[in-house]
């Protein structure tokens, strides 16, 4: 396990708020070839090959084979916003995608070489994942002027183990800013109880309700403007949010999910990897 580089008040600030804000952790290069690569993704994409919208308002829109086979593919999902009444693009493709996923990571060079490295394994030891594995990685493109809203959530919800270790990798490969839907999350939310676990139910997805706890209201939430190359980690229980983008300006964020290999992960997560697809960490 590689040295932690975070120090100790960033891990106590991590234990205390639930989450973390690293400026800068990504140069300027690394930026450019992830932004690149991910409008190339979008340009090589058929529309017309069946591609799922992908409504963040209900998630009964993702409930089909195509999100279950994302899980070891590379797969664009539109904007709920990008389709009319039939089902036609409103909006050129290049600004109709949602996000991409689920397997950027070990699918594709860029992404691969952008997600691993000895810096996010000493970020994801320093937080206490002893045997990272990296289940997830997801462009999400918060398109302008169609960019939907994400309603408050934790991320365990969709990666539940025993006990809960999944840990959220935020990266801002774009400014994110009150406008343009910048994250909101609640400090100190990752002490509350898990909401809801998506589950895959003998090939069917549904949301499970776990526990009744209301979610923040705007009063407990903050939120997080932050620059290009900013990460932001934070824990999987951590409840958090972010805005519709009715501005001008995209907002594309490049997120990971890890857990630690330590601890039960949940056979009935929607994500699963095939034996001749192992889960991997960061090195
Ligand atoms: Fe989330």
Redesign the pocket.
Known sequence: MPEASLSAEQIAVFRSDGYLVLPGFKGADELLAAVQRAHAIVEDFDPGQGASRFSTRDRSLVADARLIDSAEQVHCFFEEEALDDQGRLRVPKAQSINKIGHALHDRDAVFQRFSHGPELAAVAAGLGLQHPQVWQSQLIFKQPHIGGE?GW???AT?FVTTPHTVT?F?FALEEATLDNGCLWVQPGGHRTPLREQYICDEGRLRMQPLNTTPWPDTTRAVPLPVSAGTLVVFHGLLP???AANRSARSRLAY?LHATDGTAAYSPLNWLQRGAGFPVRGFD
């Open positions: 994400v959530h934790q991320d969709f959220t935020w958090h949010c972010s997120t």
